[in-house]
């Protein structure tokens, strides 16, 4: 079985400043992991995954994510936030079938 | 833009209409899922095909029937719907089914239930 809460239904920074958005995972198997974006009326874009490679993952945008197994973490960050960033974020843990479980989303929102 | 495309975008219908939900994907893939979003639930896988056959079926009404009639394309037929069906249907594929393999959704229907 595997579950994954992202910690924030909505956060909000102002342009120029760090992002963090947490996630946290459950998984009886050695998780791949993913982060998607979602702008509205799109569909979901990969921003990055992990796959039990090197547990600082890069993706695009500027995005990354670190793989922490002790912390059974998967948190989000990048170091300056873009007006173009807001979206809906997901947190995904991936099992046997490549069966998607989905965290319930993190609304973020950029000041200007 | 992603190599998977979904039609139509949008889609009104009554409970006792049949209509149906095309998906085409242009990667070479060979695993295709029908997801429904929710308004304020998580995404639910609700099917999985991998090289046409159907592999996982989430416990989903029989209002809803899948077909993929080869690797590109996967349709969902839809028949006497209930208001709560009302969601953005997201079609994805990926290369495989194993777990490290992203998956590449296309832009949704959006499905309303009168």
């Known amino acids: 079985a595997q579950s994954v809460t992202q910690l924030d239904s909505h956060v909000s920074v102002s342009e120029g400043t760090p992002v963090l958005l947490r996630c946290n995972y459950s998984s009886s198997y050695s998780p791949s992991l993913f982060w998607y974006v979602q702008h509205p009326n799109k569909g979901l874009q990969l921003l990055l995954k992990?796959?039990?490679?090197?547990?600082l993952v890069k993706g695009i945008n500027g995005f990354e994510a670190e793989f922490k197994k002790s912390e059974t973490s998967f948190h989000l960050t990048k170091p300056s936030a873009h007006m173009s960033d807001a979206a809906e974020y997901f947190c995904?843990?991936?099992?046997?079938?490549?069966?998607?479980?989905f965290g319930g989303g993190t609304r973020l929102m950029v000041k200007p | 833009e992603t190599g998977v495309t979904q039609t139509p975008r949008h889609l009104v219908m009554g409970m006792t209409n049949k209509k149906s939900l095309k998906c085409e994907q242009h990667?070479?893939?060979?695993?295709m899922y029908w997801y429904k979003q929710s308004a304020k639930k998580p995404l639910e896988l609700m099917f999985v095909y991998s090289l046409e056959e159907r592999v996982e079926n989430n416990s989903v009404p029989s209002r809803f029937s899948p077909e993929c009639p080869n690797s590109s394309h996967l349709f969902l037929h839809l028949h006497t719907l209930q208001p709560e069906d009302s969601a953005l249907y997201l079609c994805a594929s990926s290369q495989g089914t194993g777990s490290a393999y992203e998956q590449y959704f296309g832009p949704g229907t959006r499905l309303t239930v009168t």
């Open positions: 995904v843990v991936s099992g046997p079938g490549n069966m998607l479980t």
């Open positions: 990667l070479g893939h060979n695993a």
């Open positions: 992990y796959t039990s490679a090197a547990t």
